[in-house]
C-alpha cells in the first residue's frame, strides 16, 4: 500500500470523514440533486461535475467509499484502473456512494440546512422583526 499524499493527508484532517466533507462542500440542492440521480451531474458549478475531485475523495475516504457501495452492491470489484479517459469508475463510485450515505442517513441534509443557515445570518446579520410590536402586533412602516 503506498503512502498517502500531503493532499491526501490535508484533505482528511480538515475533514476526518467523508460525511463531514459532505455537509461542509455541498448545498442542500447538490445532494438532493445526488441522492435523485446517484450518478455525477452535469450541471456546471456542482462540485462533483469534477472527476479530478472524485479521484480526490476516493483517495482520502476510499474505505467509507467502498463500505458504502458494498451494502448497496456487495460483490463487485472496486479496483479502477486508469483509462484514456481517466478515471471514470472512481467518478461515478463517490457520487453514488455519497448518494446512499446521504440517503441511509438523512441528517445529513438536516446538518447542510443548518450550515446554510447560518452561513446566511453571518452574512447578512440576526434576522429582524422591525415592523413587528413587541406586543406582537403589526404596526404600520409608514
Not at 14 to 40: G, K, R, Y
Amino acid at each position: 500500500m503506498s503512502k498517502p499524499s500531503k493532499a491526501t493527508l490535508a484533505l482528511r484532517a480538515q475533514f476526518p470523514a467523508l460525511d463531514h466533507w459532505i455537509v461542509e462542500n455541498l448545498s442542500a440542492n447538490q445532494l438532493t440533486h445526488l441522492m435523485e440521480c446517484m450518478w455525477p451531474p452535469s450541471a456546471e458549478g456542482h462540485p462533483m461535475c469534477s472527476e479530478q475531485l472524485a479521484v480526490s475523495l476516493w483517495r482520502a475516504y476510499k474505505s467509507e467509499v467502498i463500505f458504502e457501495l458494498e451494502c448497496r452492491w456487495g460483490g463487485l470489484n472496486f479496483n479502477p484502473q486508469p483509462g484514456p479517459a481517466g478515471y471514470p469508475d472512481i467518478h461515478i463510485w463517490v457520487c453514488g456512494a455519497i448518494a446512499l450515505y446521504a440517503t441511509a442517513q438523512p441528517e445529513l441534509l438536516d446538518r447542510i440546512v443548518a450550515r446554510e443557515r447560518r452561513e446566511i445570518e453571518a452574512a447578512t446579520g440576526p434576522a429582524h422583526l422591525g415592523a413587528i410590536s413587541r406586543s406582537g402586533e403589526r404596526r404600520n412602516r409608514l
